[in-house]
Every structure is written in structure tokens, then in C-alpha cells.
């Protein structure tokens, strides 16, 4: 074996390897977004007395070179410095796993071909050389596989705290966390234009990100509109009261929002491991008496403040798991729904994931030691308090042809009472969260690159 070498070659013969022209068929493309970009083809070509595997890379050279690397040997991993300053450290075992070439990665999938049984864990570098004038690193592998790796792409995936914080933020960009000011300001959306117009529908799906609530106005005053809405964004998610559903003053309602009674704030369906993620409204006929105004909480901006405030009552609603409960009959479908969570749920960081506020659907069955039970209810009524008081809660009465569509994991709605029952109509539905982001990303990529 070769002992890994550390090689400053810009400019140098190995430039002249590096621009042999591949096969067609055994290709990879590395779509890299840097400006001034220039599509470019590298053939890793045999080496070390035809002992390397060989696969080819496409890719668009960018602005970023390597100025040289070093291999250290004690931690198993490889240091690149850049050029104009700055260095990044890359384990080896990432780096032979990410191999982007067309023998471990397939370009139309765009899945990872290497398998996890031929990945060794101490796989380490016999050769590395920084070719084309900085742009690219060939490293031969101790396996023998020949690997090549383009600074853009490398210096993209960098591991310190600012890269992992940019990709974090371009996976799901943070909340915008918000109270009673947002009122002067609803985020806001015209139908007409989301169904037509990609630059008003992204920052549509923008908006529903950062602050999780857009108001969309002149929308048709007929039923089916969140179909058509839908088409544009995401698949309809079903639950257990169908795809879309009426929301208007019903005999043997089997859902309180199918009265005109006031609707205290609430998270939909926790009775559901997988809650609907966003939620929409879409008023097609207003009450227009006095009533039938919707509230709505940020409830990660609550659940923040109460989090400081509180520290214990915090910890006891984080941490008490309760059931919510939903039995009855839809469409002639008997369903009966328990799930068991607590009612503010965190990630594995730490950070507020889900609120899930429903004194509707709470199970009577309490399945903790009876001691814990009044202090649960403490911290509920505390926590009910602060998502009620008008700091926080705004209140917004649709018009006819608006849609409320909202986060449903991160905002608590409710609803004034109605008088004259019947006279109200919503059609309801739901989204997930994958399929709305991986929309925005789609047509956030597109449009960067019009
Ligand atoms: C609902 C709901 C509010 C309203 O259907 O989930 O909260 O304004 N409706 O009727
Ligand atoms: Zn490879
Ligand atoms: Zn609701």
C-alpha cells in the first residue's frame, strides 16, 4: 500500500489526467449552485499499476479551490485547506461512503449505490492529489478505489457549526416566532395568483414556514378550492374524517367544530400519533352576525415564554404523556383513535416540535400515578392562560372566500360562538409537512435557477 501523500498540484501534470473524457454511460452529476459556474467532466483514470476501481464525475466547477491537504493519520481523517484561508476536516470513512462517482452513486436516482458491507471503517487514503488548478481532490483509497471529490461539493458539506447551521436553515428555514403584533401584518396570499404564479406560491410556502399562518383571499365561494389549491402544493392528507371535510352547525355532530359553541383553543386531531401537520380553512360562508371569529396562537412562541416563566410546569406538560381520544362515525366508517403524547412535545435538541392542546378529545383515563394528576392540571391551566391572553392571541374573522391555512403543530386556533346555526360553512383539509417542504425546495431550486 501506498503511504497517503499529501500533494499541492495546482497547475501540475496530474491536471493533464484529470480532463481525460469518460464514457458516456458511466457518468455522475453533481448539480453544484455557485455563481460563475462552468460545466466541467472528470474521469478518474486508473492509477497505482491498474489497481484502482474506476468511475467518472460530472460536475460544475466553481469559485472554491483547495490550496493543499493533509492527512491526519491520528484521528482518521482529512484536512483540507482552502484557498484564501480557512480549513475543514473530513473523516475518511464519510468521505470513501460519499464517493459520488458512478460506481457508488447513481446519477438518476441520485441514491447511494456502495454498499454498507463493502464500506471498511478504516478505510484510509494511499494517495491524495489536488488536481485542476484546485478544483477537484482525487483520493486512491486503501480498498482501491479511486475517488474523486470537487471542492464546491466538499466545501458545502463542510462539518463546522456554520455550514451544519445553513443547511439546517435550508432543510426547514427556523420560526419566526410572533403575538398580537402579527395582526398589523398578516402574511397574506391572493388565490388567483398562487394557482398561477410560482414566484407567489413559493413565497406563499415561505410565509407558512417562518410565521405558520397565511391568510388567502378571493378564493371562489364553492366547495373544492383546497383541491385546486392542492394541486399546486400537496397532496391532500386524509384523515379520519376524509379528505376534506364540512365544518357548519350539524344535527348529532360528531365533532364540536360541527356546532355554532365557542371552539377553545386547540391543536386538531392529537388523538392522531401522526396529527395533521397544516390545516386549512376555507371560508365559503361567513357568519355575519356577531361571532364565528377565529383565534389564533403561535404556540411555540408561548410555549418558549411559558418554558422560561415556568421551568417546572414546563417540564411536568413536556414530559406527562395524556391521551386524546376520538370514537364516533364518519361516512358510515366507525373509528376510534387513542394517542398517547404530551401535550408540548420536544425534539431530540430539545426544542419545541409540537404543541398539542385539545380539551376536547383529552381522554378521561389518566394513565399516570394519581399523585401527579393536580399538578398536571396546574401547569395546563397556566399554559391555557398564556395562549388566551391577547399579548399572544390574535383574532381574525375570515371573509367569505378566504383561507386560513395554518401549522398545526406550532399554532392553537379557536372560535367565537355563533348565533343563528347553519348559516356558517368552512370546508376543511389537511397537508403534511414533508410534502409542503419538499414542494418549497423543488420550486425554491427552480426558480433560483431562472
Ligand atoms: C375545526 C375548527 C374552526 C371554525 O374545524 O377544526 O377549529 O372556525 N374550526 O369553525
Ligand atoms: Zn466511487
Ligand atoms: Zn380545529
Not at 2 to 13: E, K, N, P
Not at 89 to 115: A, E, T
Not at 343 to 356: A, E, F, P, W
Request: neutral net charge.
Amino acid at each position: 500500500m501506498l503511504a497517503a501523500r499529501h500533494i499541492v498540484s495546482r497547475g501540475a501534470t496530474s491536471c493533464v489526467r484529470a480532463w481525460v473524457r469518460a464514457p458516456r454511460a458511466a457518468t455522475t452529476s453533481l448539480l453544484l449552485t455557485a455563481p460563475h459556474v462552468q460545466r466541467r467532466e472528470v474521469t478518474t483514470s486508473e492509477r497505482s499499476g491498474g489497481k484502482a476501481a474506476q468511475g467518472t464525475v460530472h460536475y460544475q466547477a466553481a469559485s472554491v479551490t483547495v490550496a493543499s491537504t493533509v492527512p491526519l493519520t491520528a484521528t482518521a481523517m482529512m484536512q483540507v485547506c482552502w484557498e484564501g484561508g480557512g480549513t475543514d476536516v473530513y473523516p475518511y470513512v464519510w468521505l470513501r461512503d460519499n464517493c459520488q462517482c458512478s460506481i457508488c452513486f447513481h446519477p438518476v436516482s441520485k441514491m447511494r449505490k456502495l454498499l454498507v458491507e463493502d464500506l471498511q471503517l478504516g478505510v484510509s487514503p494511499s494517495d491524495i492529489q489536488v488536481v485542476d488548478s484546485g478544483r477537484v481532490i482525487e483520493v486512491l483509497w486503501s480498498d482501491g478505489h479511486l475517488a474523486t471529490y470537487p471542492a464546491t461539493w466538499l466545501h458545502q458539506r463542510a462539518f463546522n457549526t456554520h455550514k451544519r447551521d445553513l443547511r439546517n436553515n435550508t432543510v426547514r428555514s427556523k420560526p419566526t416566532l410572533w403575538g398580537k403584533e402579527l395582526l398589523e401584518n398578516l402574511p397574506r396570499a391572493s388565490f388567483p395568483e398562487l394557482l398561477q404564479d410560482d414566484s407567489a406560491l413559493l413565497q406563499f410556502l415561505q410565509q407558512l414556514e417562518s410565521h405558520g399562518l397565511v391568510v388567502v383571499s378571493d378564493t371562489p365561494t364553492k366547495l373544492g378550492q383546497l383541491h385546486r389549491l392542492s394541486d399546486r402544493v400537496a397532496y391532500l392528507s386524509r384523515s379520519h374524517y376524509g379528505e376534506t371535510f364540512i365544518v357548519e352547525s350539524k344535527n348529532d355532530p360528531i365533532n364540536l367544530a360541527y356546532t355554532a359553541a365557542k371552539l377553545e383553543m386547540h391543536s386538531d386531531i392529537p388523538s392522531r400519533k401522526y396529527k395533521p401537520c397544516i390545516q386549512m380553512l376555507h371560508c365559503i360562508r361567513q357568519f355575519h352576525g356577531e361571532g364565528g371569529d377565529n383565534q389564533l396562537t403561535d404556540g411555540f412562541q408561548v410555549s418558549h415564554n411559558f418554558r422560561t416563566l415556568h421551568p417546572d410546569k414546563f417540564h411536568i406538560l413536556a414530559t406527562t404523556p395524556v391521551d386524546f381520544i376520538d370514537i364516533g362515525v364518519e361516512d358510515g366508517r366507525d373509528f376510534f383513535l387513542v394517542n398517547h403524547d404530551p401535550m408540548i412535545r420536544l425534539d431530540i435538541n430539545g426544542q419545541i416540535q409540537s404543541v398539542n392542546f385539545n380539551q376536547f378529545s383529552r381522554d378521561s383515563y389518566f394513565r399516570v400515578p394519581v399523585e401527579e394528576v393536580a399538578g398536571w392540571y396546574d401547569a395546563m391551566k397556566t399554559f391555557r392562560d398564556m395562549v388566551n391572553d391577547n399579548q399572544y392571541c390574535i383574532e381574525y374573522k375570515m371573509k367569505d372566500g378566504d383561507i386560513l391555512v395554518f401549522d398545526n403543530f406550532r399554532l392553537l386556533h379557536g372560535r367565537k360562538a355563533y348565533t343563528i346555526e347553519g348559516e356558517r360553512v368552512l370546508e376543511g383539509g389537511y397537508w403534511e409537512w414533508d410534502d409542503v417542504l419538499s414542494r418549497r425546495r423543488v420550486l425554491q431550486a427552480k426558480l433560483s435557477n431562472e
